[in-house]
């Protein structure tokens, strides 16, 4: 996973345990944001993801990765 935009992207992953994990990132500028989510070297449905980040409050960026089963059913 990846993001790129306007700040430095500091991204927060943790492992669910259960074939999932919780990616988490807080952008520091306002401006838009493209998020790289990938699964065995390839996007996943959807990605790259868009987030516009606009002026008046702190915004967490929070996606949430489904077990890899799902990524596969999909693709098949």
Same mark, same amino acid.
């Given at each position: 996973?990846?993001?790129?935009?306007?700040?430095?992207?500091?991204?927060?992953?943790?492992?669910?345990?259960? *074939? @999932?994990?919780?990616?988490?990132?807080?952008?520091?500028?306002?401006?838009?944001y493209k &998020?790289?989510?990938?699964? $065995?070297?390839?996007?996943?449905? *959807? @990605?790259?993801?868009?987030?516009?980040?606009?002026?008046?409050?702190?915004?967490?960026? &929070?996606?949430?990765?489904? $077990?890899?089963?799902?990524?596969?059913?999909?693709?098949?």
């Open positions: 996973m990846s993001v790129e935009g306007p700040s430095k992207a500091q991204l927060t992953c943790k492992d669910s345990g259960d *074939g @999932s994990c919780l990616a988490s990132y807080l952008p520091t500028e306002v401006g838009q &998020i790289n989510v990938k699964f $065995a070297e390839e996007h996943i449905p *959807g @990605s790259p993801f868009t987030a516009k980040i606009t002026p008046g409050g702190e915004i967490i960026i &929070i996606i949430i990765i489904i $077990a890899m089963t799902m990524f596969m059913v999909l693709s098949s």
